[in-house]
């Protein structure tokens, strides 16, 4: 498309130069205008032209305006598509890598920023291919061969126009220099107003429920203000460019035409020739009027693409390697050898973690915030890479098989669920799409979902708002735990994931789950006390390190770290449970 659309370029360039000097050979041979001195010492002018020669030359102009129509409809077309295909490829490039970095990434990433790259960015540097490349191809075409025309008909009135082009050249480069910052500042002032405006989006609840809209639009309103002022920064400079530009082109043609008259005079020039002279460069007046837009689209294009290049060209910590097989489990041992992570050098996540899970075990992690219980789930499925020590399922190191394939043999329902834009069945059915309706139903049977769902007008079909708002926060989590189970895979992690429903529905949800996670090894976040009371291995963790680990009545008995969280938090659970089924148990 590159090559078609130069070559088109090209064309249309020749037929633009070819008309002034057609115009000029028909003046001087169509026409033939003399001027002569009589022997009285006035000037007469007397027309001695070939008729013949003018009508062919005024038919090759028409036949030069249709061709140099056809050649800008292409070059424009082609220009524009090809701008659009890069577009589509970065933009494809864009989302592809954001789906492959991993958590390390996006745990910094702002969404606002992002999006504003995918967008806005994207855009400058399509406009830089068809506006910017093939305009300025097209310029320096134009300009080129005009004044090489121009110096070899006449040397002296050719030197004299093309005198005016350093000027040109030199007033560029001074706004290239100005604008590229600014333009950089604005596009990413332009992510910090995505941003904001994401934030308070999403979070309307809260800026409702603690009245502070006021000071959410009074911070938006001062990064549109900050937006504004730069931009306008932007327009001052292209209102300075243009008319300069426009007027070292008005300067060029008064001056091209007098020394032209000149030249004419001293018999060194024909008025075909000096015609032909003025024609180059009106026609040159728009391109070099719109060198000043040319130049704006470089300079925010260079900034454009280097951010859209930041995220393309992003490496993840978590890579797979190009020798990676895909994970075969069979029983479901899990095992951390030695285990570190860190997420910077001075901030040790876990320190030397040693774990097995037998096949079928269930593994509860315990400890206060920041132990470091969260990091240990996220290291299995590879979210992350542990700094030092190595993690095995059954005896295959997570970091030679492919991901998909370790995704896929473990099931995750994190504390923060989040569900799609789109029905009930559809969110169950998320990571297995060829799954029948029948094993949906089954699944949502197991999560204690099924009930409420065909309580609903819709039934399956109920469709979800954003984030699932349209769900109370137990309904989100059982929905979830029935996209996991419909996955049936070997390995299980539960991310304190019945933490935000009441203690009937957690009765429903394990009463089910304990049947599920039979021979599956699994991992629970919890601070409930049944799941932990049901755990094969109770792992207590503090400061990154598991400080005790054993079953519940034995971790009880030690009196350590253990005992220390049951009287704080698990205590009133267990005296409340009590309570329950001291009046009759759960219905």
């Known amino acids: 498309m590159m090559f078609a659309s130069i070559f088109a370029l090209v064309g249309a360039s020749a037929l633009t130069i070819a008309a002034p000097w057609l115009t000029g050979y028909a003046i001087d041979t169509g026409l033939g205008v003399v001027t002569s001195i009589n022997l009285s010492g006035d000037e007469v002018t007397t027309v001695e032209g070939d008729w013949g020669t003018l009508w062919v030359a005024i038919g090759l102009l028409a036949a030069a305006a249709v061709g140099r129509g056809a050649f800008v409809y292409a070059q ?10 890069m577009a589509y490829d970065f933009r494809n490039d864009i989302y592809e890598r954001l789906q492959r ?13 992002i999006m504003s790259r995918a967008t806005q960015d994207v855009e400058g540097v399509r406009m ?24 070899s008909t006449n040397a002296k009135v050719g030197l004299v126009a093309f005198a005016f082009v350093p000027l040109v050249a030199i007033q560029a480069s001074i706004v290239t220099m100005r604008l590229r910052p600014i333009w950089l500042g604005i596009q990413d002032l332009q992510g910090q107003m995505a941003n904001v405006l994401q934030e308070n989006l999403t979070g309307q609840r809260v800026v409702k429920a603690f009245s502070r809209t006021e000071f959410e639009q009074q911070k938006f309103d001062a990064k549109v203000d900050d937006l504004f002022h730069e931009s306008y920064r932007t327009a001052r400079f292209q209102a300075f460019n243009e008319p300069f530009l426009q007027g070292v082109w008005l300067l060029s043609l008064a001056v091209v035409f007098w020394v032209g008259v000149i030249e004419i005079r001293a018999g060194n020039m024909t008025a075909g020739q000096l015609t032909a002279f003025q024609l180059y460069l009106t026609l040159m007046q728009v391109p070099v009027r719109s060198i000043g837009f040319i130049i704006n689209i470089f300079a ?11 995220i393309v060209d992003a490496r993840s910590p978590v890579e797979e390697r190009d020798d990676a097989e895909p994970l075969e489990v069979a029983r479901g041992e899990v095992r951390f050898e030695n285990v570190s992570f860190h997420y910077d050098a001075d901030s040790p996540v876990l320190k030397s973690v040693d774990i097995t899970a037998e096949p079928g075990q269930t593994v509860a992690l315990l400890g206060p915030t920041g132990s470091g219980k969260s990091s240990v789930v996220n290291l299995l499925p590879r979210f ?20 998909d394939s370790l995704r896929t043999n473990i099931g995750i329902v994190q504390q923060d669920v989040f569900l799609f834009i789109a029905s009930i069945r559809d969110n169950i059915r998320y ?13 949502a049977k197991a999560a204690r979902i099924h009930e409420f769902i065909e309580s609903q007008p819709d039934g399956y079909d109920t469709w979800v708002g954003e984030r699932g708002t349209t769900l109370s926060g137990g309904q989100r989590q059982r929905v979830a735990i029935a996209r996991t189970l419909l996955l049936d895979p070997k390995v299980l992690i539960f991310d304190d994931s019945t933490a935000a429903v009441d203690m009937r529905t957690e009765f429903l949800i394990q009463e089910a789950l304990r049947n599920l996670m039979r021979g599956r090894t699994t991992f629970v976040i919890a601070q409930r006390l049944r799941t932990v009371m049901e755990a094969d291995q109770i792992l207590v963790m503090r400061d990154g390190e598991i400080v005790e680990q054993g079953q519940h009545d034995n971790l009880l008995e030690a009196g350590g770290f253990y005992r220390q969280i049951y009287d704080l938090e698990l205590r009133d659970q267990d005296e409340a449970a009590a309570s329950v089924l001291a009046e009759g148990g759960v219905d």
């Open 76 to 85: 424009t077309y082609l220009a524009e598509r090809l701008g659009q295909t």
């Open 101 to 113: 970095l991993s958590y390390a990434y996006h745990d910094k990433a702002e969404i606002g920023q």
């Open 128 to 151: 830089f291919v068809n506006m910017g490349v093939i305009r300025f191809a097209y310029v320096i075409v134009l300009v080129a061969v005009s004044y090489g025309l121009m110096i």
């Open 300 to 310: 925010r294009a260079h900034s454009a693409g280097a951010r859209v290049f930041e």
């Open 384 to 403: 992350y890479d542990p700094s030092e020590g190595r993690i095995l399922i059954d005896g295959q190191d997570v970091r030679d098989v492919t991901l």
């Open 431 to 443: 990571g297995r799409p060829d799954a029948t309706d029948e094993e949906v139903i089954a699944a």
